[in-house]
């Protein structure tokens, strides 16, 4: 497939980028270093046709191969040296977090970002060395930028509330819901310690909390009030990211908890309840580790060059196709 990409890209001049260059495994890395010295040579000899992958091509000068990679990550490999001698490195600095929100802030309407910016990297920062190290905890960028949308809309929403009360809505409703129960207390002494004398009022929830205490009963099950939390969190999350992970030990009520929340927001949408939030929701079931990588994502067939989607790809194109507006 890259000697595929690499032959169009020298015929037309064109500049390709690849994007974490070093997840392609080592064995394939070597040939990629053989396929790029190739087009270097040939670039460097100035010829206008050269040989490539056994078969003669015109080159086109202006073409242009970048690489992007973190390197020493997990599941990343270290670039070969063969193929480090074609590239020119250029090194990225860790960028000034605090600069990045405090421009975000403005932009979402927050009028004293400046303060508040300092305030929220700082926090951060006491929270990736103070709390347990756990492995889905993450206090980067990304983490950052989702929390600072999540501001922004919830300023806009209640544009009379308190600057400092909506920061802190938003730090609070996108990090507690994956802290482990140890570091809970942690998170709040470092917030009380960096917003002295700000109370922040319990979100109510009104409809959709009713509603899910119904579905609980309907289950045959207990209103257990952290039960009830933990659903309305897992609604908080999802309203941020469109990914999440839902872990515990078994019996801890983690299927419970979604098919809680999918009845509650069915229900809600079926009484027309004037807020988007509230949809129908299919749930699709597949289990990635019986399955190679390839029949989860879809993959070349090599004898055939042709394109298979995988399970996932179709679950995916399945819900593209379904138009119905309320799902």
Not at 88 to 100: F, G, K, S, T, W
Not at 129 to 150: C, I, N, P, W
Not at 153 to 166: D, I, Q, T, W
Request: hydrophobic share 45%.
């Amino acid at each position: 497939m890259l000697g595929k990409l690499f032959c169009g890209v020298v015929q037309q001049g064109a500049w390709t980028c690849m994007d974490e260059f070093n997840r392609i495994n080592i064995e394939v890395l070597s040939v990629v270093a053989r396929q790029i010295m190739d087009i270097r040579m040939a670039l460097m000899r100035g010829d206008s046709l050269f040989n490539f992958e056994e078969k003669e091509i015109s080159l086109n000068a202006s073409c242009g191969i970048f690489i992007t990679m973190n390197p020493s990550y997990a599941g990343r490999t270290e670039l070969p040296d063969n193929l480090k001698v074609h590239f020119r490195p250029v090194a990225m600095m860790i960028p000034d977090y605090e600069l990045i929100a405090e421009i975000m802030l403005f932009s979402e309407g927050f009028a004293h970002a400046k303060n508040m910016s300092k305030k929220m990297v700082k926090l951060y920062k006491l929270s990736s060395e103070q709390l347990s190290q756990q492995d889905h905890y993450d206090f980067g960028m990304r983490a950052l930028k989702s929390v600072l949308v999540t501001a922004g809309a919830l300023k806009r929403a209640e544009p009379g509330l308190n600057e400092e009360v909506v920061l802190l809505r938003a730090m609070r409703d996108s990090n507690v819901p994956k802290f482990v129960k140890a570091d809970l207390p942690l998170f709040h002494a470092l917030i009380t310690d960096l917003f002295p004398n700000l109370e922040v009022q319990p979100v109510n929830y009104g409809l959709l909390q009713l509603q899910i205490e119904q579905c609980i009963e309907k289950k045959g099950l207990i209103k257990v009030p952290s039960f009830i939390q933990k659903i309305l969190q897992l609604f908080e999350v999802l309203a941020i990211r469109f990914g999440a992970t839902i872990v515990g030990p078994t019996g801890a009520g983690k299927t419970a908890s979604y098919e809680i929340l999918r009845d509650a927001m069915t229900e809600l949408r079926a009484q027309n309840v004037a807020d988007d939030r509230f949809q129908k929701v299919n749930v699709e079931f597949l289990n990635p580790k019986a399955i190679t990588l390839g029949e989860l994502f879809g993959e070349v067939n090599p004898n055939t060059q042709d394109w298979h989607d995988g399970l996932a790809s179709k679950l995916i194109r399945k819900a593209a196709a379904d138009e119905s507006k309320d799902k």
